[in-house]
């Protein structure tokens, strides 16, 4: 299969995009574990993704008269990140720049999302984007959408569809994120005991299944660790609470570490122990771990509550955006796009895998 690569720094800092040439049928099958590498051996790859530029020229639909008509099947409206992730959607698909969005919140719910995609596909729009909520479950309508000639780009999150079923990935690399969180732990704890209890995203997200993945897969070169139980918090900040609450009545006294998949679970979680009267942070007796580095999960970071937080970019709109006028020009397009992360630890902590918060940071963070 013909395969090229090129990295490509977006203007708005902190986006690395992994482009890998179309046309192929699995080349995006896997992209949160293909777009790393991708990134590294860019440099020393021939950027050229251009030989299929008439392949995706041909998957370009006939413009409908000077505005882009795109719909965005979003996952719902759970947290910080994603209300952050839809409003740059507004903002980057607004009718100034050409854009008619239609915008369908499926509050979290699979049925309204496959719905909300069969109506984009009936009303004959020119894109469709989709966060898909789980993993499973695509084939039936990205075969329709297929059939009929609408592109499809998938956002944010990955599902187990064969990739000649979609156009194009944008998004993070999840598995990366939960690696990053176990390497920290291993480098502050420095081989201390941990007892471990997550509280992980929505059942079938990919975003959770990442996270547990890759944090598990450092947790299983640590004997000295013990996951001692995990629960789903779907993402909320009520979830977070709720399986913190239940947590703290089955293990009080027996855990030093608490994973949260995301800020909101995290917030939940902190508000649980306060009532219990469990310590957290740098000067706790519990260590807490969050994802997404929203800005206020961010502040509790700088304030030493939240002792590491691995950042997931909810602004993604902008490379979708670039994917879709390449395809409405005819060029070549980049199949797998990974937005890139960092993460980040409170003051006091050193690390090789983390930046330690500053005011100057927070105040760079808009979300
Ligand atoms: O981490 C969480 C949101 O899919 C990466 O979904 C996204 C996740 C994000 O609800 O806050």
């Known amino acids: 299969m013909l395969r090229k690569k090129l990295a490509v720094l977006l203007a708005t800092a902190m986006v690395a995009a992994s482009i890998v040439g179309c046309g192929g049928a699995d080349q995006a099958a896997a992209p949160a574990e293909e777009a790393p590498a991708a990134a590294d ?5 021939d950027a050229a993704p251009a030989e299929d530029a008439a392949d995706d020229a041909a998957e370009a639909p006939a413009a409908s008269g000077d505005v882009i008509t795109v719909g965005y099947a979003q996952v719902g409206h759970e947290s910080d990140w994603r209300t952050a992730n839809t409003q740059n959607y507004q903002d980057v698909f607004s009718a100034e720049n050409g854009y008619e969005l239609s915008l369908i919140d499926c509050d979290n719910d699979n049925a309204v999302q496959l719905e909300a ?3 984009f596909i009936t009303q004959q729009l020119d894109y469709i984007v989709i966060a898909p909520i789980e993993t499973a479950g695509w084939d039936t309508v990205l075969q329709e959408a297929q059939d009929a ?6 956002a944010d999150r990955e599902i187990d569809a064969d990739a000649s079923l979609y156009d ?16 920290w732990l291993a480098e502050y704890l420095d081989g201390k005991e941990a007892n471990i209890l997550i509280i992980e995203g929505s059942v079938g997200a990919s975003a959770a299944l990442g996270r547990s993945e890759g944090f598990d897969e450092v947790a299983a070169q640590h004997s000295e660790w013990k996951i001692l139980d995990h629960q ?3 993402f909320t900040q009520d979830g977070g609470q709720e399986v913190m609450e239940s947590f703290i009545k089955s293990y009080e006294g027996q855990f030093n570490v608490v994973v949260c998949h995301n800020d909101n679970e995290a917030y939940g979680a902190m508000d649980a122990m306060d009532a219990a009267g469990i310590t957290y942070g740098v000067d706790g007796d519990v260590i807490i771990i969050s ?9 509790y970071t700088l304030d030493g509550k939240i002792n590491c937080n691995v950042e997931c970019n909810p602004i993604q709109a902008a490379v979708v955006a670039e994917v879709i006028q390449k395809m409405q020009n005819g060029e070549s397009f980049e199949a797998t796009t990974l937005v890139n992360d960092e993460a980040f630890v409170a003051p006091g902590i050193e690390s090789q895998y983390a930046t330690t918060m500053t005011e100057e940071i927070l105040a760079g963070r808009a979300y």
Not at 41 to 45: G, H, K
Not at 292 to 297: E, L, P, Q, V
């Open 117 to 119: 995609v069969r109506n």
């Open 232 to 234: 789903s918090g779907d």
């Open 291 to 299: 994802f997404d580095a929203t800005h206020d999960g961010l502040q």
């Open 168 to 183: 194009a990935w944008v998004g993070t690399n999840t598995k990366n994120e939960g690696v990053t969180a176990g390497n």
């Open 41 to 45: 051996d860019a440099a020393a790859d």
């Open 149 to 154: 000639g609408i592109p499809v780009i998938i």
